[in-house]
């Protein structure tokens, strides 16, 4: 709180100098420090609540609130930055550039509306990514077979609001595929978040069913327990209910979908935890023998555990790995997202270094910690199977995710 307080002093005592020296009237700066003082309040406030509510601190008032803060200081910071150039006409002895300053204030202006358009527009704007993946080992009955996968849910974000929920579900239904894969994080902390969603979600339907694996919000362990017990008690309870949803949860254990005489592995793992959090997830007990010839699709939330395990590896033969996990963090322009700075796989369709195992990594449906998606539109992937060589039109481990709204 004490590094907050300052950093806030800092940034808002640059803006009331810049303003004292280019704004005539003395109650513009007067009411911007009033204005500051009282955020700075309200920072407390936030920073406070979770405390006195056992530490829960993705409690969804805390959440808008501490975004709503945010959508105030960085925009804030935008101008800092531009405003910065503005003093470098000082050096030869000329005027501050007023121009920069306009330009910084119209920025931090369109930055403050983008933050918002991403929580309260494009947050909830779901887009479709249509994807072919070939293999030459797909069983003949399967050619064309169709894959509809979603991930990263976070229906604790939504309170007891079922809207959007619904609204997914409903076009995944409406694209009518063969199998539905969840691939982790139904959840922000505790299972509880789920029972106002069990109907809806219960609704999804496809001829195969539904099948899921764990993300790592869903084990409980960002969340401090009373005892291991209740923590033991939380994870029974989140197996229970995918059960009653209908959906086959998949716990290091695989599964065989049939075509006529031909069938294909489905192989379930769970979370390959990022440090400092626990690798639950353990391939050869989920398939005790990967390198066999039978076509396989890898359900694995941290598409690291492709890099690690998968790619370029001549003892594991799986074609096909599909993740979440990264959200894009849920921010992407142009192609580009600062997740490409911590997963070198964070979005879209990628190859190791001969094509023959390729990942699908998808940016997730919801929001956590921060109820916005900047760019980083809802995202529903259909997949659709196609014998034939295995390959990509860009270079190996390079994206090529491409969304259709």
């Given at each position: 709180?004490?590094?907050l307080?300052?950093f806030?002093?800092?940034?808002?005592?640059?803006?009331?100098?810049v303003l004292?020296?280019?704004?005539?009237?003395?109650?513009?700066s007067?009411a911007?420090?009033?204005?500051?003082?009282?955020?700075?309040?309200?920072?407390a406030?936030i920073?406070a609540?979770?405390?006195?509510?056992?530490g829960?601190?993705?409690?969804?008032?805390?959440?808008w609130?501490?975004?709503?803060?945010?959508?105030?200081?960085?925009?804030?910071?935008?101008?800092?930055?531009?405003?910065?150039?503005?003093w470098?006409?000082?050096?030869?002895?000329?005027m501050?550039?007023?121009t920069?300053?306009?330009?910084g204030?119209?920025?931090?202006?369109a930055t403050?509306v983008?933050?918002?358009?991403?929580?309260?527009?494009?947050?909830?704007?779901?887009?479709v990514?249509?994807?072919?993946?070939?293999?030459?080992?797909l069983?003949?009955?399967?050619?064309?077979?169709?894959?509809?996968?979603?991930?990263?849910?976070?229906?604790g974000?939504?309170g007891n609001?079922t809207?959007?929920v619904?609204e997914?579900?409903?076009t995944?239904?409406?694209?009518?595929?063969d199998?539905i894969?969840?691939t982790?994080?139904?959840?922000n902390?505790?299972?509880?978040?789920?029972?106002?969603?069990?109907?809806p979600l219960s609704?999804?339907?496809a001829?195969?069913?539904?099948?899921?694996?764990m993300?790592?919000?869903?084990?409980?362990?960002?969340?401090?327990?009373?005892?291991?017990?209740?923590?033991?008690?939380?994870l029974?309870r989140?197996?229970?209910?995918?059960a009653?949803?209908?959906?086959?949860l998949?716990?290091?254990?695989?599964?065989?979908?049939?075509r006529?005489?031909d069938s294909?592995?489905?192989?379930?793992?769970?979370?390959w935890?990022?440090?400092p959090?626990?690798?639950?997830?353990?391939?050869?007990?989920?398939?005790?023998?990967?390198?066999?010839?039978i076509?396989?699709?890898?359900?694995?939330?941290?598409p690291?555990?492709?890099?690690?395990?998968?790619?370029?590896?001549?003892?594991v033969?799986?074609?096909?790995s599909?993740?979440?996990?990264?959200?894009?963090?849920q921010?992407?322009?142009?192609g580009?997202?600062?997740a490409?700075?911590?997963y070198?796989t964070?979005?879209?369709?990628?190859?190791?270094?001969?094509?023959t195992?390729?990942?699908?990594?998808?940016i997730?449906v919801?929001?956590?910690?921060?109820?916005?998606?900047?760019?980083?539109?809802?995202?529903i992937?259909?997949?659709?199977?196609?014998?034939?060589?295995?390959?990509?039109?860009?270079?190996?481990?390079s994206?090529t995710?491409q969304n259709?709204?």
């Amino acid at each position: 709180m004490i590094i907050l307080i300052a950093f806030n002093l800092l940034v808002d005592g640059y803006i009331w100098a810049v303003l004292r020296r280019v704004v005539k009237s003395r109650g513009v700066s007067r009411a911007y420090l009033v204005s500051s003082l009282l955020l700075i309040v309200y920072a407390a406030v936030i920073v406070a609540l979770p405390r006195r509510r056992g530490g829960d601190s993705l409690l969804l008032a805390d959440m808008w609130m501490l975004y709503s803060y945010f959508t105030v200081y960085v925009p804030k910071l935008v101008f800092v930055a531009v405003s910065l150039f503005a003093w470098l006409p000082l050096l030869w002895k000329r005027m501050v550039s007023r121009t920069v300053l306009r330009i910084g204030v119209l920025l931090a202006f369109a930055t403050f509306v983008v933050m918002w358009w991403g929580a309260l527009v494009n947050r909830t704007r779901i887009d479709v990514s249509d994807v072919v993946v070939y293999s030459e080992n797909l069983p003949e009955s399967f050619d064309g077979y169709t894959i509809v996968q979603f991930s990263d849910f976070h229906v604790g974000t939504y309170g007891n609001d079922t809207t959007f929920v619904s609204e997914v579900v409903d076009t995944i239904n409406g694209l009518h595929p063969d199998i539905i894969f969840f691939t982790g994080d139904i959840v922000n902390r505790r299972t509880d978040e789920l029972t106002p969603f069990v109907a809806p979600l219960s609704r999804l339907s496809a001829p195969d069913g539904v099948v899921s694996i764990m993300g790592n919000h869903d084990y409980g362990d960002y969340r401090e327990w009373p005892s291991p017990q209740a923590k033991s008690d939380n994870l029974r309870r989140m197996h229970y209910m995918q059960a009653e949803m209908g959906w086959r949860l998949l716990l290091n254990s695989s599964e065989w979908l049939r075509r006529g005489s031909d069938s294909i592995a489905v192989v379930g793992v769970e979370n390959w935890g990022d440090p400092p959090f626990t690798v639950y997830g353990d391939l050869r007990k989920a398939y005790p023998a990967p390198g066999d010839s039978i076509f396989k699709i890898l359900l694995t939330h941290n598409p690291a555990h492709w890099v690690a395990e998968v790619a370029d590896t001549d003892s594991v033969n799986i074609p096909l790995s599909l993740s979440g996990h990264t959200h894009a963090m849920q921010i992407e322009v142009g192609g580009w997202s600062p997740a490409k700075y911590r997963y070198p796989t964070w979005g879209g369709l990628y190859a190791d270094s001969d094509s023959t195992h390729l990942l699908y990594v998808n940016i997730g449906v919801g929001a956590v910690a921060l109820p916005m998606r900047i760019g980083a539109t809802p995202e529903i992937t259909r997949i659709t199977l196609r014998r034939g060589p295995a390959s990509l039109s860009s270079p190996s481990r390079s994206h090529t995710r491409q969304n259709n709204q």
